[in-house]
């Protein structure tokens, strides 16, 4: 008999994170907690709701957090103090600020800020030096395999999804774990969809990067290649093992009709990018409704590998 689809909860994957998190935390740092600092000056609801939420999860798992609320004027200052202070160990600026308001020297102006986070303390993977690493295919993260160090919270969440149903292949020769596997996903934010659909690419996938108005076929091959296709969004979704879904907008929703048998479906957006009850009548599908939870635990993951890294005391805590 045919077997439909099933949806998953995150906290599959999340649990055990956090477990992991809590018994590193209790060890390592038993003398001096982690503490994380969060920077938000924006009215954006989901990023308010991120912000409760990491308070809530870092408090459950020994972790200090601080929430420091700015306005778009003081930003930039909270970034320097926190740069400066000894006893913090990550920065978390919640995005968006200025959205697509220019920087008077070039670019963006949210852009500019994840630029000024030292990146000793960039729980994000935001800043520049960390963009280097994620498009050159630098991995260092000691806590995974395969993982950039440090990169973007959602992307690693991904990752962990397809940890968790063995999409890796370990018998591939490191860096093409992913080899044979197609990928689209439909969001190319520098946040989330770029940072995603660049790790899988380095990991061996063919993944189809989606924005609004283009479509773009991402390979390994050559560092920071990007093909043109003439490939439909359909098309692609049509012949994909993976999809990922990321549409901030609560009316888009991805046909159903384009999926095939045994895809595995994650939806990263705050909105529901597909229509479950269609979507869970196709055969073998599996499908995550939402990451958040897993987003936070990278987050924390994050900040141990900094501590690990970067604290002064580095060596005298080191079990």
Known sequence: MDKSGVKYNSELISGPLNDKILYRVNTRYFNSKPKLVGILASDDEASQKYAEYTQKI???NGISFNLHIANKLTVESYIKYANNSPDIDGIIIYYPIFGDQDYVGGGKMDD??????????????LSHYYRYNLYHGIKSNIYF??????????????IKCLE?????????????KLFGKTVTVINRSNIVGKPISILLANDGADVYSV??????????????K?????????????ISDIIILGVPDPVYKLDTKNIKENTFIINVSSYKNIDEVELLKIKGVKYINSIGKITLAMLQYNLLSLCDQFRENNRSTHN
Do not use: W
């Open 226 to 238: 990007i093909y043109n296709t003439e490939k439909s969004v359909e098309e692609a979704c049509s």
């Open 58 to 60: 870092c408090s459950k």
């Open 112 to 125: 500019y800020l994840k630029d000024q986070v030292n990146h000793k303390k960039d729980v994000e993977g």
């Open 211 to 224: 924005d609004k108005d283009s479509i773009f076929l991402m390979r390994k091959e050559v560092t920071g």
């Open 145 to 158: 395999t395969p993982l950039h160090n440090i990169a973007p919270c959602t992307a690693l969440a991904v």
């Open 164 to 176: 968790y149903f063995n999409y890796y292949n370990n018998f591939n020769l490191p860096n093409y």
